[in-house]
């Protein structure tokens, strides 16, 4: 992705022009790689979010509201001490590299104005968040500390002096001259979007790639430089393009981002899934659909809030689904090997004969003996039974009545067992699919806190109280106006079901398949067939067969739901149902009020 040199550039305008002169009024660390400034600017107010993350690192203003824990970290704590209440003086990028350096302007225990400056590197599994003393240049601390162990030419420890990564002596994008270009891409030579990245210090695969693109339109030579994908010709000359020719363009292009003349655009494929985002339109995406920003920031925060390899809440779910999964194996591990042990047991009854024949036969039978053969009394059979030729005549009898004995309790406990097993996935089959739904960390961790509850996970250690959350249902309402509910997890499906819902609403769910339970607020009136049919789409949508077409949706009223005694969170049983076929789809607009408490 793009967060380029070029791309940090822009940012860093962008947080100058909106930030300089602004107070940092409060400090948040919501993980242990993100930093959150808010800041008063004037009458307005921002939040600057920084992050180190070795996948997504970035830096720009964000809309986006992030949970505070209750435990600040010690970095966030020593962030708080020297900069909370002090003003941002500038803001500005260390060469054309991927490192924003903040000046903040404070004052210290002793009311001296002094000088502080967060350091932001965006470099990869590199990336860090330095706290540096301009006076002394000295480190007062950073998000990740680095050891001489780590790293022998730089550490990053309090005390020492910052030291800036190294250089790869390329040429810097800002003040470049033609000269020094074409020398640094060796004059006639052809071009090459790799050539370009070794030469000029901040240019990424996607830029370098756009620039071949667009001085080969300019020059009218497109045969071969027509790429899809990013790095894709890095290797490839653009139809034997000199850096004479890329140079105005390269000039150009980089004019135009500095006065911020194109619009930032974000890249998405039919899934609006984001696939890549610049501070300028990109030719080499011209197959996606373009999503068109006015501020760099605002394509940061959308491209990376969308996209699922940085989405927080997806990474906050993968201790939780590796957890669900490894439990759901081992009940479809035990479901097998019960359903193997059933089938065994269903001898019993050859057992009992066995035993009833040898019995009524003991005196055919003598020592030794390995097999018999007796008259079955019950068909007019001739049966054979196996024998233990060291156990005597009657300990053979004994032998089958005792095995009889064990089958017929073993039927009877593993069939409970069975029951249970079933229960159990049916359960954690539906906690499963709420936990890839989930849209928020707080609908994650009330998913955990029933599995906690019930005993399928082991109690957190606690430092402060705990929050109680109020059920916060999805909420719809359907284009002849009814309002329409689902649930986020099983405990939200019993509240719905059992203490929102009236008698009369309409109770939807996917038939035999996990998902949400669905309530269709019918308010005494009779519920038309569009509302019935777009009811059952939501279920379906809320539903392990969201993917899926004609979907069955069973619907009934609430009247005829009921609740086990000892059933599990979200177990009903219901009678007088009916089932619709339908496609999983969410209505377009989404209601505003739904009922949030009881009626009567």
Request: proline share 6%; with cysteine.
């Amino acid at each position: 992705m793009s967060f380029d040199g070029i791309v940090t550039g822009a940012v860093a305008r962008q947080l100058h022009k909106t930030l300089a002169g602004a107070r940092i009024e409060k400090i948040y660390q919501p993980e242990s790689d993100e930093i959150v400034l808010h800041c008063h600017a004037g009458r307005d107010k921002h939040k600057l979010y920084l992050s180190c993350s070795s996948n997504h690192a970035r830096i720009h203003l964000t809309s986006l509201s992030d949970s505070n824990p209750q435990s600040p970290t010690a970095f966030c704590m020593l962030l708080r001490k020297h900069l909370q209440g002090g003003r941002i003086a500038s803001v500005q990028q260390k060469d054309s590299e991927r490192i924003v350096e903040i000046f903040v302007d404070t004052v210290n225990e002793l009311g001296f104005a002094v000088n502080k400056k967060i350091i932001a590197e965006i470099m990869g599994k590199h990336s860090n968040i330095v706290l540096v003393d301009l006076t002394t240049n000295k480190i007062i601390d950073s998000i990740k500390r680095i050891s001489i162990d780590v790293n022998r030419y730089r550490q990053l420890l309090p005390g020492l002096p910052y030291v800036y990564p190294p250089s790869q002596n390329k040429l810097n994008c800002y003040g470049l001259t033609q000269a020094a270009f074409c020398e640094a891409l060796g004059g006639d030579a052809p071009v090459t979007p790799k050539a370009l990245m070794s030469a000029v210090c901040g240019i990424s695969p996607t830029f370098a790639e756009e620039l071949c693109l667009r001085t080969a339109a300019a020059t009218s030579a497109t045969a071969a430089c027509t790429p899809v994908q990013p790095t894709a010709y890095l290797d490839k000359p653009c139809s034997s393009l000199t850096a004479a020719q890329v140079w105005p363009v390269l000039s150009a292009t980089l004019q135009q981002i500095e006065q911020n003349s194109n619009p930032c655009a974000v890249y998405v494929d039919e899934q609006r899934g984001p696939v890549e985002f610049h501070a300028m339109p990109l030719l080499g995406y011209a197959g996606c659909q373009e999503l068109l920003f006015d501020d760099i920031s605002a394509a940061c925060d959308f491209f990376y809030s969308h996209r699922a390899s940085s989405n927080r809440v997806r990474q906050k779910t993968g201790d939780l689904t590796r957890t669900v999964d490894a439990m759901l194996q081992k009940l479809y591990l035990k479901k097998k090997r019960l359903s193997e042990d059933l089938l065994a047991a269903e001898q019993s009854e050859t057992y009992r004969l066995y035993g009833e024949l040898l019995t009524a036969n003991m005196h055919l039978l003598s020592p030794g003996m390995e097999t018999v053969r007796v008259l079955n009394y019950y068909d007019n059979s001739q049966l054979a039974i196996p024998l233990d030729k060291k156990l005597s005549p009657v300990r053979n009898a004994q032998r089958y009545f005792k095995l009889y004995a064990k089958s017929k309790t073993a039927l009877r406990e593993k069939r409970i067992q069975l029951d249970e097993a079933q229960q159990d996935l049916e359960y954690l089959e539906s906690v499963s699919i709420f936990i890839q739904q989930a849209p928020t960390f707080e609908a994650v961790e009330s998913i955990r806190q029933e599995l906690t509850e019930l005993g399928y996970l082991k109690k957190r250690r606690q430092t402060g109280k705990p929050a109680r959350t109020k059920p916060t249902p999805y909420t719809y309402t359907t284009s002849d106006g009814f309002c329409v509910a689902a649930g986020h997890n099983n405990k939200e499906n019993d509240y719905l079901t059992f203490k929102l819902a009236d008698k009369r609403d309409i109770w939807l769910h996917t038939k035999d398949i996990p998902g949400s339970h669905v309530i269709l607020y019918t308010e005494g009136r009779a519920p038309s067939e569009t509302a019935l049919r777009e009811a059952a789409a939501i279920a379906a949508w809320h539903s392990k067969a969201q993917t899926s077409e004609n979907v069955p949706v069973d619907y009934v009223t609430v009247r005829h739901v009921k609740k086990p005694g000892g059933a599990k969170p979200g177990m009903v049983i219901f009678t007088d149902n009916r089932t619709l076929y339908v496609d999983p789809a969410l209505p377009k607009p989404q209601a505003e009020d739904a009922p949030q408490a009881k009626r009567d």
